[in-house]
């Protein structure tokens, strides 16, 4: 090797050096970046030189710069990302939901229930007295007022889930537009060679954005773009090109919003039951299911009361002779479709029976040809199946009231119907009740001092008429297990259940979140520490080749001075 070969291995180490320290300068500089993956300068030996019977190497080159990413960590914080985020987001709303039904503090819907009852007991005592009719009045209005206000804060929680679902939707195509078009980049980087690690590591930080929203699953292809799909097998990414979601009102429901998926003919498919990770999983979760079922328990319970009271009070009197007047306003029947249906269906109803309606939640299912019936609140008890709406109509009758179906439904549309919709929110006293408490009926007889019936009204809360078995033939199928009380309190007891239920795989995802964490900074993250000494020990190989550089100059102009 001459002298000049000399020089250039010493300048290839120069380079290879400075590049190597470079690296470790933007490593320290994105220590604090979540979305950053640690760089390598790759160093490999510069091609051999043959001198006769001997070679020597021509230094050192810097062949690649790399990043540390495992795949495997990687998809595992995804999905922890989704789960974490959806028992987060559900744990914060079961939270709102358990405020409006807790009843510790001594004022809440319990409370009144207890009240209501014990002032038609107070009035056993002085049926005629003034002061005592206005505290049933009273009573009554204020468990009226009671429960359709926590009906109406649990559909002020519904909504605000439906505001944000909606509002998340275009975050998620934004995140799949900005994943197809960094696939571009990534490819047409690569393509040559090279490694596009800037691009990857912000497509990373895209993943993890959208993971918190919805649940994804993704694989990169040979070319080095990433095929994006929602757990449900949905697709978002497709290479180069994103597909996008809608949120658009339910024609069956049209105060909440269906997720479509978006295809590329046009066409689109309800997706909403099928998304169950992410904050979107959650708000769905809670809207449709978990808030839901509460307000039908508030329904059954409210409807329980306006017909156990309203029996007996009909066949009372009060103080100025009058009978036969419902002491709440009776609760009308109706329903509403389920988010995925295609149709435009609506249920509407009528009361025939109040003195025995049932007040069990069904669902009315549409196969397109024929109809079947399940009792919901009974753990999906079959009723009717293959049967015509003529038939369905004649079942509903028989429990209490009529139901009629306008519009068209769709193969697969289903309804949920009920003596007691909404029987919560508009839960109210009579009128004629509320401004004349004389009409009260607190006996059986219109002599003065009888207090019969207000008695049996105030023991109705120590009956067992809610739940029970059930039979899906006759009049009415329901016997009674609980009384109204342990009916609300078990109520109270399920969102509790579902609160704490939130709220410990909150804390046991974040503890598995942690493990994956730390896992991931392991193999990805920046160590100070490391970076410094790997600074260290470029900055020594530089300053050696920068010696031997200096060392040939000295002796290249040596040779010069001797000619």
Known sequence: MNIYGVMN???????????????????????????????????TAGPTQNFGPYSVGTGVVVSSV????????????????????LWNTKSQLMNQVDT???????????????NFFQSWQTLTTNPGGATERQAVASAANTLAGQVSNAAAQLEVIQGNANQNIAAAIPQINGYASQIAKLNALISTTEIN??????????????????????????????????????????????????????????????????????????TRRDITDRITWGQVGAWVQTRDTDVQNV????????????????????????LDGSTGLNFFNPPAPGGFGALSNAGNGTITGTLLNPANADLDH?????????????????GGTA??????????????????????????????????????????????????????????????????????????IGDIQNRTVMGGAWSPSGATGSTGLYTIGDYYGSLVGTVGTSTKNATDNLTLNQNVGTQISNMVQQVSGVNMDEQMI??????????GAAKTLTTVSQMLQTLMNMI
């Open 100 to 114: 409006v039904m807790n009843d510790t503090s001594g004022a809440g819907l319990g409370n009144a229930l207890g």
């Open 66 to 85: 790399t990043r540390s990413f495992d795949n495997y960590l990687f998809g595992q914080s995804l999905d922890n990302n989704s789960t974490t985020s």
């Open 362 to 378: 069904y669902k009315l299912s549409f196969d397109g040809t024929s109809y079947s019936v399940s009792n919901i609140d009974k």
């Open 9 to 43: 291995t010493a300048g290839n180490a120069l380079a290879a050096s400075q590049t190597s320290m470079g690296v470790v300068g933007n490593n320290i500089a994105n220590i604090n970046n979540p979305a950053y993956n640690q760089e390598t300068a790759v160093l």
């Open 534 to 543: 790997n600074l260290v020990k470029y900055q020594n190989s530089y300053e």
């Open 193 to 266: 060679g090279n490694k596009a690690n800037d691009y990857r590591d912000q497509r990373d930080g895209l993943l993890k954005s959208l993971s918190n929203l919805v649940g994804v699953s993704y694989f990169e292809q040979s070319n080095g773009q990433d095929i994006v799909m929602l757990k449900n097998g949905s697709p978002l990414v497709d290479g180069q090109n994103s597909y996008d979601l809608s949120a658009g009102l339910s024609p069956a429901n049209p105060r909440v919003s269906s997720i479509y998926w978006n295809a590329p003919d046009g």
């Open 383 to 456: 009723a009717l199946g293959g049967a015509t709406l003529a038939s369905v109509q004649g079942f509903f009758r028989q429990r209490g009231y009529s139901i009629a179906l306008t519009g068209t439904p769709r193969a697969g549309d289903s309804f949920t119907v009920s003596a007691v919709n909404n029987a919560a929110t508009q839960m109210s006293v009579n009128p004629a009740i509320r401004n004349d408490p004389n009409k009260i009926a607190a006996g059986t007889t219109t002599q003065a001092g009888d207090g019969g019936l207000a008695r049996q």
């Open 295 to 318: 307000l039908n328990g508030l329904d059954s319970l409210a409807g329980s009361v306006v017909e156990q009271v309203n029996n007996l009070h009909v066949t009372g009197y009060g």
